[in-house]
């Protein structure tokens, strides 16, 4: 079956600065890649997904890139804002069933 | 409405207790499924439901039952859970069980079980 490993655990970054986080996955028939953000108290909220088509995709301040060949795929904030602080979690699928989840990242910006 | 609405926002049970978690959607969705997320950790998949009908039960113990009354709905019953069934329970939804389509999270019920 499928799985993700998800790095780093945890990213303490200044605010302003960039913030990134990598994924890799097994199953190279894996064809949706989501990222998840949740904050404190709350359900996981999609940010941006990717598919398997595509190389890279952009929204404002978010970005995803992947790695077909290498089966990895990177989430990329610009300028970090304090209400970046979350735990960031990537996920891949096949067809958007069974969806696998990385174990998550605790990114903190600081002021 | 772009939400999943999950009630009750906490629920404190006992071992013999029975209790009902509940999950509302009104935008169409046909998948809809529940979630575990135990602290620090990512949400682990218990069961899913594509049209009304159970289409995923991962190995989840007989102690949660779901059920599917309409498109909309979506309820866990629990009974006789154990503390170590004290969780972060997440409901969340999608267009269709296959597609590529990404999930609406609810914001979950924080289940603790004395």
């Known amino acids: 079956g499928e799985n993700v490993e998800q790095h780093p655990s945890t990213l303490s970054v200044q605010e302003g600065d960039s913030a990134v986080i990598k994924c890799t996955y097994s199953?190279?028939?894996?064809?949706?890649f989501p990222w998840y953000k949740q904050e404190l108290g709350k359900g996981p909220q999609l940010i941006i997904d990717?598919?398997?088509?595509?190389g890279e995709k952009k929204d404002q301040r978010i970005a995803v890139t992947l790695n077909k060949t290498a089966k990895h795929f990177s989430l990329h904030i610009t300028e970090t804002q304090p209400e970046d602080s979350a735990v960031y979690f990537c996920?891949?699928?096949?067809?958007?069933?069974?969806?696998?989840f990385g174990p998550g990242t605790r990114l903190s910006v600081l002021p | 409405d772009t939400e999943v609405t999950q009630t009750p926002k906490h629920l404190v049970m006992g071992m013999t207790n029975k209790k009902s978690l509940k999950c509302e959607q009104h935008?169409?969705?046909?998948?809809m499924y529940w979630y575990k997320q135990k602290a620090k950790k990512p949400p682990e998949l218990m069961f899913v439901?594509?049209?009304?009908?159970?289409?995923i039960n991962e190995s989840v113990p007989s102690r949660f039952s779901p059920e599917c009354p309409n498109s909309s709905l979506l309820n866990l019953h629990l009974h006789a859970l154990q503390p170590e069934d004290s969780a972060l329970y997440l409901c969340?939804?999608?267009?269709?069980?296959?597609?590529?389509?990404?999930?609406?999270f609810g914001s979950g019920t924080r289940l603790t079980v004395v």
């Open positions: 969340a939804s999608s267009q269709a069980l296959s597609g590529n389509y990404g999930y609406t």
């Open positions: 199953d190279s028939a894996s064809n949706y």
């Open positions: 990717i598919r398997s088509n595509v």
């Open positions: 996920a891949a699928s096949l067809y958007g069933q069974n969806f696998v």
């Open positions: 935008m169409g969705h046909r998948a």
């Open positions: 439901y594509s049209y009304e009908k159970l289409s």
